[in-house]
């Protein structure tokens, strides 16, 4: 099974309205990172956030990390149309260089 | 800045064929990735290579093998394909525990 699972699956908002996902991981980190992926590309890094910080802000995203619960959310504000996206939780485990995906979140932006 | 270039973009192959998915990062990055993509599962690891000369499974590596070339490339084979394998093939590299860069993905097609 995937390290990382994205909560909820899919979601659609009206542009303006903010954008809030969830990342739950098994196993311990060193960092986690979120990536997005627009339909038919690659992945894209957005932010990392490492083990021993709790939030971190790159712009309009927001990212936290409860190490305690291996969880971590991520928020979008003011989403824009260019938003719509996949967006995936990446885990780089403890004492290893594996990067794990979980199965991403759908966001779609209503004009 | 051509980062991560894997080719071919696009593959059809029958039942049984064997081919290799070549990965080339110009970035002088120590680690490599091999992942699968399919509807609904994210991305899934199959192999990766933490630095030249070493290589190690991922989730999901069977019916696959890797090579890590030198310190820029990192193939992925398939020695008899299946069904089960048409999917969406991404590479990644990446510098110790830092964000990945991704490249643009292989569409493979197995009838």
Redesign the interface.
């Known amino acids: 099974s995937?390290q990382g699972e994205?909560d909820p699956?899919a979601l659609s908002i009206q542009e303006g309205e903010n954008a809030t996902m969830n990342c739950s991981y098994k196993t311990s980190i060193?960092?986690l990172?979120w990536?997005r992926q627009n339909s038919?590309?690659?992945?894209?890094?957005l932010i990392?956030i490492r083990s021993n910080e709790r939030e971190k802000h790159s712009g309009r995203l927001r990212v936290t990390l409860d190490t305690s619960k291996k969880s971590s959310s991520l928020l979008i504000t003011a989403s824009r149309a260019a938003d719509t996206a996949s967006y995936?939780c990446?885990t780089?485990e403890m004492n290893?260089?594996?990067?794990?995906?979980?199965?991403?979140t759908t966001v779609t932006v209503r004009a | 800045n051509a980062g991560v270039t894997q080719t071919p973009k696009f593959q059809v192959l029958k039942t049984g064929q064997s081919m290799t998915l070549q990965c080339a990062q110009d970035m002088n990055h120590n680690s490599m990735y091999w992942y699968r993509q399919d509807p609904g599962m994210g991305l899934r690891l199959i192999y990766y290579s933490a630095s030249e000369g070493t290589t190690d499974k991922g989730e999901v590596p069977n019916g696959y093998n890797v090579s890590r070339l030198n310190k820029r490339e990192f193939s992925l084979r398939l020695e008899s394909a299946a069904p089960s394998q048409t999917s969406v093939y991404f590479c990644a590299s990446r510098s110790g525990g830092t964000k990945a860069f991704f490249g643009q993905g292989t569409r493979l097609t197995v009838v």
């Open positions: 995937q994205e699956q060193n960092n990172q990536y038919g590309r690659g992945l894209v890094h990392l995936f990446a780089d290893d260089y594996k990067l794990s995906f979980g199965a991403g």
